[in-house]
């Protein structure tokens, strides 16, 4: 956990810049991503209140005004959330805190969002408990995983075989097994309804994409592979949109 905060401690203030808008690459992901959250909220009822969950900037803040009468971000870092607060003002909900332990009461909110977060979890079981507990039965809840069978797994495996070490975010980031991850909702009373993926080839090669004719090369890359493979295989993150029974 200490690792993790130091991570996003040392990166708060140029967190937008270099990750989100660092390169053409990482502004496609970014884009794909919040498509994403745009298509599954629009889709959804109108919201009295979502919770962002690791809301790091407020990326998502924007769809989500849109979408509900108010919201509420968490996060584990103090200075991710004054960047959030200079961000978006004092209209924004924000508190500090763990995931894995949410200072909320149960079943306050009637949407959850929880983007580039999950692989940070020490307890991912208790942090899908957690998502169960604060939500109003039938809400949406919408969340990223990281995952192990991809070319992102397979490099993992490698560097773990040459013991390299680990640097940043990404090194701590943790992988699943998408099986895994919905045997673990079930028991939390969430349910998948569906999935949306977002690229095979791993973010740290999205991040030096800085090029029209790259980028729009590493599409096609991606387009053969979903014609090859098919829709759900060897993806490097997955989206997940469930529902709390
Ligand atoms: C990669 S950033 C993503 C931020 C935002 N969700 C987005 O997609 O742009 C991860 C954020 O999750 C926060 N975080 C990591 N572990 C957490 C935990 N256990 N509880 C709450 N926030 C956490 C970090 O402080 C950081 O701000």
Partial sequence: MEKIMECFKEEAENWDKKFLHGS???EFISTKEKEFVDAAFREDRMHRS???VGIGTGRFSGILKEKSLGIYGLDLSEKMLKQT??????DARLVLGNAESMPFKNECFDGLVCMRVFQYFGNPKKAMEEFSRVCKTNSLIVFSICNKNSLLGLGRMISNVFKSKCTGWIDVAKLYAFKEIRKELMKSNIVIIGTGNITRIPLQAYIRVDNKTVLNIFKIVEK???FMLGRNILYNSSILLCRKK
Avoid: E, V
């Fill in 24 to 26: 053409l690459g990482l």
């Fill in 50 to 52: 979502i919770l962002d």
């Fill in 85 to 90: 607060r200079t961000t978006l003002g004092k």
């Fill in 224 to 226: 053969l592979a979903d």
